[in-house]
């Protein structure tokens, strides 16, 4: 290197050492003759110090630099290799498990072979084909509800979130709780961000053991200007992802967890508004929790849930999957799909995993079934995050229709190799894989013809629409309507009582509206699949005309049940 006027040249980064320079807390900065000038973040011992020297082939001289500043360098001087890491890792570690590719070459095959021989069906028995597409389907969605029926009600008769006392919370020592990392991956969430940074101030936990990594995309210039201006702590670190595709919320992530310090990792959203003791409960439960748990789920629930009926019934939704779901399938030791938001992970496991596939929209979904796969665990802590339910329409079939549709490509993913699957997890996990993650969009793919169908029926005379479909098909379509409507209406109803929100209860009778939305939103997943399979539909936030203190009392009375 060419010194400068000042005798000092400067020192190129190792592309190999961009993740160590980051997690050990350490990057050379300048040569000042024989001597190489290292930035640090935290102390550096002896050992680690001549660990350094060796590495670096030369006599060092620590100074002080601050963690934000420190990855700031690194990020910016390897973005490729960060976006490329991001978005490739785990295709090139298994090509089978990343969504990149929508259908393998043996999926297209049986595609096409399935479409053809349906096709020459309805060509040349139309009515008999109709009739056993309807009768198959009607079987798969009676299947999927009592499926989701019969774990919600086992699960209802267990509370498998442990308690963490407070005297439990009290005994931890500042020294000796482990790093934690928060990811918070935001995109055009310039008018949240303050809230943002106000809500996660509130975590009750040690500065210089927690790191908070806000991840913003590159061209997000608005949000980062308003994160500055929202003057975050020290500990807030803003990382800029680099440019790159797929444009996710899984890529930026990837990107936080290679910058990563901490020893546990928790993801939230730009809404969220974690309880302060958050972090410290699932401290605690990790401590209580034999190895092979690996992720923590903590409950979510809305702060506006009383806004209108779209949020009441996301709020029914929310405390049913929950509070009975999540626990059926804990109880049967069924893979867990994991929630988007308030998940904490054991870091080393999350990257043993391969992080998240930035390919699929739901990557908390896969993620789950990717862990159950390797005999992992998911355990639920005690306590709530409170984020902001969907209230306008068009903004909440945009956000099922991504649901949905990483729903399909998990399912796709995962039965590419349905005997290695099989051999991993076993038949009766299979089954629940096929039966929730496959059989959750059949089903909403089926509400909307099956209602049309009814309704149809009734509308017309019976005999002429009885001489068009059997009547076994007719009656089992009204089956699918009242039992499994019935069931989730049912269902729905059992939610709020966990939470003490019996006030939600009567709402649970639109249910059946509410999934007809959801079959809608199922077919513009559908659609999507195919034309734009990784395209992420954002959902925006900060338009409810609620604030998380209007509900404060609520929320605490809906937590503990009281």
Same mark, same amino acid.
């Given at each position: 290197?060419? &010194?400068?006027?000042?005798?000092?040249?400067?020192?190129?980064?190792?592309?190999?050492?961009?993740?160590? #320079?980051?997690?050990?807390?350490?990057?050379?900065?300048?040569?000042?003759?024989?001597?190489?000038?290292?930035?640090?973040?935290?102390?550096?011992?002896?050992?680690?110090?001549?660990?350094?020297?060796? =590495?670096?082939?030369?006599?060092?001289?620590?100074?002080?630099? @601050?963690?934000?500043?420190?990855?700031?360098?690194?990020? $910016?001087?390897?973005?490729?290799?960060?976006?490329? %890491?991001?978005? %490739?890792?785990?295709?090139?570690?298994? &090509?089978?498990? $990343?969504?990149?590719?929508?259908?393998?070459?043996?999926?297209?095959?049986?595609?096409?072979?399935?479409?053809? =021989?349906?096709?020459?069906? !309805?060509?040349?028995?139309?009515?008999?084909? *109709?009739?056993?597409?309807?009768?198959?389907?009607?079987?798969?969605?009676?299947?999927?509800?009592?499926?989701?029926? $019969?774990?919600?009600?086992?699960?209802?008769?267990?509370?498998?979130?442990?308690?963490?006392?407070?005297?439990?919370?009290?005994?931890?020592?500042?020294?000796?709780? &482990?790093?934690?990392?928060?990811?918070?991956?935001?995109?055009?969430?310039?008018?949240?961000?303050?809230?943002?940074?106000?809500?996660?101030?509130?975590?009750?936990?040690?500065?210089?053991?927690?790191?908070?990594?806000?991840? *913003?995309?590159?061209?997000?210039?608005?949000?980062?200007?308003?994160?500055? @201006?929202?003057?975050?702590?020290?500990?807030?670190?803003?990382?800029?992802?680099?440019?790159?595709? &797929?444009?996710?919320?899984?890529?930026?992530?990837?990107?936080? !967890?290679e910058v990563a310090r901490g020893e546990y990792l928790v993801i939230y959203d730009a809404e969220d508004a974690p309880e302060p003791d958050q972090l410290k409960k699932t401290v605690v439960a990790f401590g209580r929790a034999?190895?092979?748990?690996?992720?923590?789920?903590?409950?979510?629930n809305y702060f506006n849930a009383r806004e209108n009926v779209l949020t009441r019934m996301f709020a029914l939704e929310y405390s049913y999957w929950f509070d009975y779901m999540l626990a059926g399938l804990d109880v049967r030791?069924?893979?867990?799909?994991?929630?988007?938001?308030?998940?904490?992970?054991?870091?080393?496991?999350?990257?043993?995993?391969?992080?998240?596939?930035?390919?699929?929209?739901?990557?908390?979904?896969?993620?789950?079934?990717?862990?159950?796969?390797?005999?992992?665990?998911?355990?639920?802590?005690?306590?709530?995050?409170?984020?902001? @339910?969907?209230?306008?329409?068009?903004?909440?079939?945009?956000?099922? $229709?991504?649901?949905?549709?990483?729903?399909?490509?998990?399912?796709?993913?995962?039965?590419?190799?349905?005997?290695?699957?099989?051999?991993?997890?076993?038949?009766?996990?299979?089954?629940?894989?096929?039966? !929730?993650?496959?059989?959750?969009?059949?089903?909403?793919?089926?509400?909307?013809?099956? /209602?049309?169908?009814?309704?149809?029926?009734?509308?017309?005379?019976?005999?002429?629409?009885?001489?068009?479909?059997?009547?076994?098909?007719?009656?089992?379509?009204?089956?699918?309507?009242?039992?499994?409507?019935?069931?989730?209406? #049912?269902?729905?109803?059992?939610?709020?009582?966990?939470?003490?929100?019996?006030?939600?209860?009567?709402?649970?009778?639109?249910?059946?509206?509410?999934?007809?939305?959801?079959?809608?939103?199922? #077919?513009?997943?559908?659609?999507?699949?195919?034309?734009?399979?990784? #395209?992420?539909?954002?959902?925006?936030?900060?338009?409810?005309?609620?604030?998380?203190?209007? /509900?404060?009392?609520?929320?605490?009375?809906?937590?503990?049940?009281?």
């Amino acid at each position: 290197m060419r &010194p400068d006027e000042s005798g000092t040249e400067r020192v190129d980064l190792d592309a190999g050492l961009r993740i160590r #320079y980051v997690q050990e807390g350490w990057v050379p900065l300048r040569r000042e003759g024989t001597t190489v000038v290292v930035g640090a973040s935290r102390p550096l011992g002896r050992v680690a110090r001549s660990g350094i020297a060796t =590495v670096l082939g030369a006599d060092i001289d620590v100074i002080p630099i @601050a963690q934000r500043e420190l990855v700031d360098r690194v990020v $910016s001087r390897f973005p490729e290799e960060f976006a490329d %890491h991001a978005a %490739h890792g785990l295709a090139r570690a298994d &090509p089978a498990l $990343s969504a990149r590719r929508v259908l393998s070459r043996g999926q297209k095959a049986i595609a096409i072979v399935v479409l053809v =021989v349906v096709l020459a069906a !309805l060509v040349l028995w139309p009515l008999p084909t *109709v009739i056993t597409v309807i009768g198959v389907a009607s079987v798969v969605f009676l299947a999927s509800t009592l499926f989701k029926f $019969s774990v919600a009600l086992h699960g209802s008769r267990f509370d498998l979130v442990e308690r963490i006392e407070d005297e439990a919370i009290a005994a931890l020592a500042d020294e000796d709780l &482990p790093v934690y990392t928060v990811l918070v991956p935001v995109f055009r969430e310039a008018r949240i961000v303050g809230r943002l940074v106000e809500n996660l101030g509130r975590l009750d936990y040690p500065a210089d053991k927690l790191e908070v990594i806000i991840l *913003v995309e590159e061209e997000d210039d608005e949000t980062r200007n308003a994160i500055a @201006a929202s003057e975050p702590p020290s500990n807030f670190l803003v990382v800029t992802v680099p440019r790159g595709a &797929p444009q996710t919320k899984p890529r930026a992530c990837n990107v936080g !967890l290679e910058v990563a310090r901490g020893e546990y990792l928790v993801i939230y959203d730009a809404e969220d508004a974690p309880e302060p003791d958050q972090l410290k409960k699932t401290v605690v439960a990790f401590g209580r929790a034999d190895a092979s748990t690996v992720v923590m789920q903590a409950s979510l629930n809305y702060f506006n849930a009383r806004e209108n009926v779209l949020t009441r019934m996301f709020a029914l939704e929310y405390s049913y999957w929950f509070d009975y779901m999540l626990a059926g399938l804990d109880v049967r030791d069924l893979p867990i799909p994991l929630g988007g938001t308030s998940n904490h992970f054991r870091t080393s496991a999350l990257r043993e995993l391969g992080g998240w596939d930035p390919f699929n929209v739901t990557e908390d979904a896969d993620l789950g079934i990717r862990a159950s796969a390797l005999g992992y665990r998911v355990g639920v802590v005690d306590s709530t995050t409170m984020e902001e @339910a969907t209230s306008r329409m068009g903004v909440f079939i945009g956000q099922r $229709s991504r649901w949905i549709k990483g729903y399909m490509q998990t399912a796709l993913v995962h039965a590419r190799h349905p005997a290695r699957l099989i051999g991993r997890v076993g038949w009766r996990r299979f089954l629940s894989f096929a039966l !929730l993650i496959a059989g959750t969009p059949l089903t909403f793919l089926g509400v909307i013809p099956f /209602t049309a169908l009814l309704v149809g029926s009734f509308a017309i005379p019976w005999a002429d629409v009885s001489a068009v479909f059997p009547p076994l098909v007719l009656w089992l379509c009204l089956l699918n309507f009242l039992v499994g409507n019935g069931l989730m209406v #049912y269902l729905n109803m059992m939610g709020p009582y966990k939470r003490g929100a019996f006030w939600l209860v009567g709402w649970a009778l639109l249910n059946p509206l509410y999934w007809l939305l959801h079959s809608a939103a199922s #077919y513009k997943a559908l659609w999507q699949l195919i034309t734009k399979p990784h #395209y992420w539909q954002k959902t925006e936030h900060g338009m409810s005309t609620f604030e998380l203190h209007d /509900t404060g009392a609520e929320a605490g009375a809906a937590t503990t049940g009281q």
